[in-house]
């Protein structure tokens, strides 16, 4: 009978420290972001923030592993096998790059990117409407037309432009085709000016002093993560350069008109919520882009191209 009881209490216990532990258990919450950067660093920011906001507290019932691939395409493939093997219940991936490796490595688990400027040119969806795969997320798509349209305004004596990015990014490509179309639409000649790696980022710049009027830059993040370089350059050479975001003003650029990558991060964060709380399926969730830009400019550039910011920009 002392048996019988000893064992029936030891099933109990059992079943009361299982219960615990399920209680317990966090949701694992993987992140790989491709490179540090203002505009990625506030896009992850914004990201845990509207978690906590929406009560997904790292440390209390989630657990994030934030993983940065440092601007290496080999890392990011390393941190993605293990955000994987790690079972991950959401992946969230932050830059094009970034969404290809973890992509590539799961079709089950859920990923939610950021960062990209068109998922569906990079393969990771089958249509932005309707993703039809594990992946969906947010879009950084930036005004190009309308950035163009700045350059014009504020170098109205511009005749020939250099759009600067790096070759390997689809997502740059993508952004480059449209400030393309816009600069014909505008008038302006314009010169492809291509990196492949940071080490290219001073020398191509400085091929272009001289040869050209202003500079565009899109929301490419290896320009970004090396705009002090490009800076080094431009500036004390007067020639404007037009951002795709604001971090790359801050760091030397001379205006952007542009969104907000922490209210980015915040709208995935959304998203997330719905996969984690209401079992949204990612290949019903359509690209969610922001509708609303930003002018910003970097006021000491300015004075020193000598460049007149027009009142009804500054707000």
Avoid: W
């Avoid at 509207?50 to 989630?62: E, F, T």
């Avoid at 740059?172 to 291509?194: H, I, P, Y």
């Avoid at 209401?278 to 019903?284: G, I, R, S, T, W």
């Amino acid at each position: 009978m002392k048996k019988i009881i000893v064992f029936a209490a030891a099933v109990a216990a059992l079943a009361l420290f299982s219960s615990c532990q399920k209680k317990d258990k966090k949701i694992k919450i993987g992140v790989i972001q491709l490179v540090e950067h203002p505009a990625l660093d506030k896009n992850y920011q914004g990201f845990v923030d509207g978690l906590k906001s929406a009560g997904y507290v790292d440390g209390q019932n989630i657990e994030i592993d934030y993983e940065n691939a440092q601007g290496e395409q080999a890392n990011c493939v390393t941190i993605a096998q293990k955000l994987v093997n790690d079972q991950s219940d959401l992946i969230f991936a932050i830059a094009t790059p970034a969404a290809q490796a973890v992509a590539n490595m799961t079709s089950d688990i859920p990923i939610l990117v950021s960062s990209v400027t068109d998922p569906k040119t990079a393969q990771l969806v089958e249509s932005n409407e309707k993703p039809g795969t594990n992946v969906s997320g947010t879009s950084d798509l930036t005004p190009c037309a309308a950035q163009i349209a700045l350059l014009k305004r504020l170098v109205p004596s511009a005749k020939k432009v250099a759009i600067l990015f790096c070759s390997s990014e689809e997502n740059s490509r993508f952004q480059a085709n449209l400030a393309e179309a816009a600069c014909q639409k505008e008038g302006l000649d314009f010169v492809e000016a291509t990196v492949s790696n940071t080490n290219e980022v001073q020398q191509v710049v400085q091929s272009l002093v001289g040869k050209v009027d202003a500079i565009y830059a899109p929301t490419d993040n290896m320009i970004a993560s090396s705009f002090a370089t490009v800076a080094l350059v431009t500036t004390p050479n007067k020639i404007p350069v037009i951002c795709g975001e604001e971090g790359m003003v801050q760091g030397g650029g001379l205006a952007t008109y542009g969104i907000n990558y922490y209210e980015l991060g915040l709208q995935t964060a959304k998203m997330a919520v719905e996969v984690l709380k209401d079992k949204k399926n990612p290949a019903d969730m359509p690209i969610q882009y922001l509708e609303n830009c930003d002018f910003s400019y970097n006021k000491e550039v300015a004075d020193e191209l000598g460049i007149e910011i027009p009142a009804d920009l500054i707000k």
